[in-house]
């Protein structure tokens, strides 16, 4: 009897093959492609000072660059880290573009009204609690939880190592539990 | 059980808390709210289908099948294949009495780490130019390391009261490398702009100082001045010349 697979395995297969589509000029493999992966994009985008309309120039962005670098992706590795590693150049160079504006400017129209989908439960500030956390360690808990990429996934996705990436996350972890309201018994 | 071995399950994705950690979780308030609020984090973003629709305009204004690059493998043996020619070459240019005055474990000891470090240097380029690739170093760590052992290794087995020694006589060798190092960097810059260059700078150093070791082979070889001093300027000091120019390269020119 088959071995049984499981579903996020079954859906970063799925991206691989639309990503396979979209280097061979396959017009709805690169459409499928931009619906899936750009939520997911758009909410590692998104960062405390930016705004709506802010993310949204980065999101292009970043689809340009990943569009640029499109034969780069070598068929059988996994296609999360390679996007989001392209991903987190763009924030990096969209927070440093921004940072020059808003020395200047005000920025009124902030991302925390930004619609997010979330699933049924008390409301809770979740996009503004990974906020909380210093650039490294949210980056790291984004990609682990809400990416779902396994640990080894995200070092590739932050030029790290496993090993850094499990300390950033245990930190994460100790400070959102501070933020949460328990602090250590 | 405590709160460290949660985190633990914690990194893993598609793993469920054993009898144990979910009774830890039940009894200790601070993982029960962290796990619950974790539970809760996977949310995405509604994009405005304009947006969307813009975005996929653009793409496929422009969509046209690409080669993937070629395997790793190939990307590294041909980057291992500059500098094995290179420094080659300038051996064959540059002569060999300065091996005929250093001692065999002398020459040995720095061939094995030039060597060692146009591997490793190699096999860091051909992961910087593809996102998402696995490290065991960070490639700013592995080229300072690498840098600083050269530099270290090269004085260390070098005299240093062999003969008087003045800074600018040896600027011959300083040209000689330069040669080398030229060709050399503009091949692997033909081979490296195929990638995306996600740290351009970072990637024009390890080219730069790839490039330069061939440079540093040859010298060690053809120079018959192996004085400490004389070689950490004028030998190791064309790679690093050559680092830093790649650097520099990479930084102004590496975006376009």
Redesign the interface.
Known sequence: MPEAVPAAELQRRALDELMEGYQGGDQTAAGQLVERLSPLLFRFLWGPGLTRGGVEDLLQDCWLRIHKARHTFRRGEPLLPWAFAIARHVRVDGYRRSSRITTHELATDRLADYPVASPAGPELDLPRLLDTLPEGQREVLFLLKVSGMSLEEVARATSSTVGAVKQKAHRGYEKLRETLGVSRP | MN??LI?AY?????TQLSPEAARHVQEC???R??VD??D?????????VA??T???Q???A????????P??RAFLVTALAVFACFAVLGIVIMGVSGARDANWRQLGVALGILGAGAALLASSLTRQ???????????ARLLASIAILLLASLVLLSPWTARPWRLWSGWTCGVAGLGVVFPAAALLCLLVR???L??PALTGATAGLLAGLPAVVALQFGCGFGQAAHVAVWHAGTAFASAAAGFLFGHFFGRR
């Open positions: 709160c460290r985190d914690l990194d893993q994705t598609d308030e601070r993982c709210r962290l609020a974790l809760r984090l996977s949310t995405t973003a509604d994009i405005p947006l969307r813009r975005i996929e653009g793409l496929l422009s969509l046209r099948p690409v080669r993937p690059l395997p790793a130019i593809t996102p998402g690739s696995a490290y065991r170093i960070h490639p195929r990638g995306a996600l740290s």
